[in-house]
T-cell receptor, first 113, second 114 residues
Framework: AQSVAQPEDQVNVAEGNPLTVKCTYS??????LFWYVQYPNRGLQFLLK??????LVKGSYGFEAEFNKSQTSFHLKKPSALVSDSALYFC???????????FGKGNQVVVIP | DGGITQSPKYLFRKEGQNVTLSCEQN?????MYWYRQDPGQGLRLIYY???????QKGDIAEGYSVSREKKESFPLTVTSAQKNPTAFYLC?????????????FGPGTRLTVT
């Protein structure tokens, strides 16, 4: 089965500083990778995806992610964090030949004013 | 949260009672999914359906049941056999047949069983 790992439980960053949320993947074949964000007591919101093409993927709210095949990583980045970016972030990978997604455990991001 | 509605937002039940969580979508998506979210464990797939009148077990199907009688509806029943039902339940949907693959989520139902 395909899987993703998010090695950090929480990321703290000062407002205005760059934000990075890490994700590594384990797949057989080509990976289809996703990032989602969840605010408290809400559903997940889709941020961006990598299917094929450019290794740098741009998404919603100023986020981008870099696909690195040699390091099997798909880290989420934002050049300048906002307090409103404080949320839970999930990395996911397409799992098998259907539309299933396998999610990581999530990363709590805290942006400090 | 897109065109997916889940009701109610909060649900309280006594142990031993079955309870049904509603999920409706107006996105015309073929596939629908149910996830359970517990703190620190991410999302775990309970059941999914790629077409009306067909569904498959996910990773933690024991103690749950679903039906898919209509394309827009995918209700989840938490039965008394589910040993630890208190959790946040999320419904999602997606297109089938193109290369989008991303899923769109509802706002969730928080179930508390005492």
């Amino acid at each position: 089965a395909q899987s993703v790992a998010q090695p950090e439980d929480q990321v703290n960053v000062a407002e205005g500083n760059p934000l990075t949320v890490k994700c590594t993947y384990s797949v057989s074949g080509n990976p289809y990778l996703f990032w989602y964000v969840q605010y408290p007591n809400r559903g997940l919101q889709f941020l961006l995806k990598y299917i094929t093409g450019d290794n740098l993927v741009k998404g919603s709210y100023g986020f981008e992610a870099e696909f690195n095949k040699s390091q099997t990583s798909f880290h989420l980045k934002k050049p300048s964090a906002l307090v409103s970016d404080s949320a839970l972030y999930f990395c996911a990978v397409r799992d098998g030949g259907n539309n299933r997604l396998a999610f990581g455990k999530g990363n709590q991001v805290v942006v400090i004013p | 949260d897109g065109g997916i509605t889940q009701s109610p937002k909060y649900l309280f039940r006594k142990e031993g009672q079955n309870v049904t969580l509603s999920c409706e979508q107006n996105l015309n998506h073929d596939a629908m999914y149910w996830y359970r979210q517990d703190p620190g464990q991410g999302l775990r797939l309970i059941y999914y359906s790629q077409i009306v009148n067909d569904f498959q077990k996910g990773d933690i199907a024991e103690g749950y049941s679903v039906s898919r009688e209509k394309k827009e509806s995918f209700p989840l029943t938490v039965t008394s056999a589910q040993k630890n039902p208190t959790a946040f339940y999320l419904c999602a949907s997606s297109i089938v047949g193109d290369r989008s693959y991303e899923q769109y989520f509802g706002p969730g139902t928080r179930l508390t069983v005492t």
